[in-house]
């Protein structure tokens, strides 16, 4: 599976950015799905998680009523849109997916796009 994120990019605080991940290669069986970020100094983190049929979601407190994370199976694509974005949000953002197998889990990870939100 080989995961593509795009839609990052420079914007000021109080805007927004929608992030899209999509995915290619043999995808079926994959699970859930999500986003995390690593901003410079700092450990990578998850920012919001969807499960595979997108009805239950996970976020970060400190992105909950800003960001929404949604899945669309059919173009094999997930999307994180985020609103009302602060400099603390600066960050490269990663899209990670799930494939669980007989031996445990299988993880894939995008290479990243970078956030910039300036003041």
């Known amino acids: 599976v080989q995961l593509v994120e795009s839609g990052g990019g420079l914007v000021q605080a109080g805007g927004s950015l929608r992030l899209s991940c999509a995915a290619s290669?043999?995808?079926?069986?994959?699970?859930?799905m999500g986003w995390y970020r690593q901003a410079p100094g700092k450990q990578r983190e998850l920012v919001a998680a969807?499960?595979?049929?997108?009805?239950?979601?996970n976020y970060a407190d400190s992105v909950k009523g800003r960001f929404t994370i949604s899945r669309d199976n059919a173009k094999n694509t997930m999307y994180l849109q985020m609103n009302s974005l602060k400099p603390e949000d600066t960050a490269v953002y990663y899209c990670?997916?799930?494939?669980?197998?007989?031996?445990?889990?299988?993880?894939?990870w995008g290479q990243g796009t970078q956030v910039t939100v300036s003041s």
């Open positions: 290669g043999i995808t079926f069986g994959i699970n859930a």
């Open positions: 990670n997916a799930l494939r669980p197998v007989v031996a445990g889990t299988i993880t894939y």
């Open positions: 969807i499960t595979s049929g997108g009805r239950s979601t």
